[in-house]
Each structure stands twice: as structure tokens, then as C-alpha cells.
């Protein structure tokens, strides 16, 4: 079965510094797909980034990358330029062949000003 | 215009009784899913159905029971509640094909049982 590990459940960063956050997998699939998402208080799960395993080239969003690393089964989330906003929870999630969402336990995020 | 809704946002009931979620997709998905999000925020499938087919069924207690009657919606009966049903639920819907689709997210139904 597939896990996705996230090191770190708090992290904090200064407002306009960068932000790495951690998430390793545990698969055997050679197809998948892994997201980021965050959930602010409003516990909206929104969507920041997706990455293709096909793909050797990092997905980037305006100020989010990830930087991943297929062979040790890393992804990490590098927020730049943080902003006051960017304070949620943030769930690595994995998605294999099964079609469903396998979730990391989550790192709370804070910015501070 | 939202995209994937759910009613009621917030529900709290005593336990025993029996409740409803309501789901509903405006984006043209094919497949819908229930995710259970626990105190400690850790999120977790519970079921999938495609065109009205369901597809994913994890371990969940035979209380639960999803029903899709068209593909744009999908409704979650929980009968005889408990305690530790208390959580957050969670509805998504995706575009389901050779090239898989991200999920998107309604906005959550909070359900405390006293």
C-alpha cells in the first residue's frame, strides 16, 4: 500500500522569506501523480500544485515549486516570497493507480509578519 | 459559481440518530468520493463511485452508505451516529480517464455527535 510521510507537522517562516516543506512516498507504481494542497482555517482544500512522475521537469506556480525526486521518492513544496495568506495547513497526497488520494499527516504552516 | 458543494455545512445531532450529507458537482466529472478528515486533520478516503458506480469502498462501517443518483451528486447516509463519528466531510469530484484528473474539493460539513 501506498503512505506519504510529511517530517514535519509545524513549520514557520518570516513573511517574504522561502519555505521548504517536506513529503516523501512508498510505492511501487511507476505512474502516478502527487499534489499539494492546503487548507487555510476556512478548511477549504485547495489545490497548489501537481506534479506528473512522467515528468522529470518540476512543476512551478507563481511562487510555489517543488523540487521532486523520483528515484528517492521525495517532494518537497518550496514557498517563495512568503506571504501572510500562505499560514494554512499543507497535505502532500499521492495518487496511483487506485485513483484515490493517499494524504500525509499534514504540516501547519505559519507566516509570521 | 461553485464547483463542488455540500449541505449542510455544519451538523450537529445526538447519537442514534440518523443523517444526510448532500454533494453536488457543476464541473462535468464523472467520478465523485467521500473523504473522512479526523481531529488530528488526517484525511482519508471512504468512497468513490464513477457514473453512478462505486469503485472504491475502504473500510467503513456498514452504517455509512453512499448514494449517487446521477453523476453529479453524491449523498452520504450515516444511520445510527456515534461519537466517534464526529469529523469533517469531505466531497471531490474528478474528471476520471487515461490521464488522471486532480481532484477538487467542496468546502467541508463539520459534524459533531453529542
Known amino acids: 500500500a501506498q503512505t506519504v510521510t510529511q517530517s514535519q507537522p509545524e513549520m514557520s517562516v518570516q513573511e517574504a522569506e522561502t519555505v521548504t516543506l517536506s513529503c516523501t512516498y512508498d510505492?511501487?507504481?511507476?505512474?502516478?501523480?502527487l499534489f499539494w494542497y492546503k487548507q487555510p482555517p476556512s478548511r477549504q482544500m485547495i489545490l497548489v500544485i501537481r506534479q506528473e512522475a512522467y515528468k522529470q521537469q518540476n512543476a512551478t506556480e507563481n511562487r510555489f515549486s517543488v523540487n521532486f525526486q523520483k528515484a528517492a521518492k521525495s517532494f518537497s513544496l518550496k514557498i517563495s516570497d512568503s506571504q501572510l495568506g500562505d499560514a494554512a495547513m499543507y497535505f502532500c497526497?499521492?495518487?496511483?493507480?487506485?485513483?484515490?488520494?493517499?494524504f500525509g499527516k499534514g504540516t501547519k504552516l505559519t507566516v509570521n509578519p | 459559481d461553485t464547483a463542488v458543494s455540500q449541505t449542510p455545512k455544519y451538523l450537529v445531532t445526538q447519537m442514534g440518530n440518523d443523517k444526510s450529507i448532500k454533494c453536488e458537482q457543476n464541473?462535468?466529472?464523472?467520478?465523485m468520493y467521500w473523504y473522512k478528515q479526523d481531529s488530528k486533520k488526517f484525511l482519508k478516503i471512504m468512497f468513490s463511485y464513477n457514473n453512478k458506480e462505486l469503485i472504491i469502498n475502504e473500510t467503513v462501517p456498514n452504517r455509512f452508505s453512499p448514494k449517487s443518483p446521477d453523476k453529479a451528486h453524491l449523498n452520504l447516509h450515516i444511520n445510527s451516529l456515534e461519537l466517534g463519528d464526529s469529523a469533517v466531510y469531505f466531497c471531490?469530484?474528478?474528471?476520471?480517464?487515461?490521464?488522471?484528473?486532480?481532484?477538487?474539493f467542496g468546502p467541508g460539513t463539520r459534524l459533531l455527535v453529542l
Open positions: 464541473l462535468g466529472h464523472d467520478t
Open positions: 471531490a469530484s474528478s474528471l476520471r480517464g487515461v490521464l488522471q484528473e486532480t481532484q477538487y
Open positions: 510505492t511501487s507504481e511507476s505512474d502516478y501523480y
Open positions: 497526497a499521492y495518487e496511483g493507480g487506485s485513483e484515490k488520494l493517499v
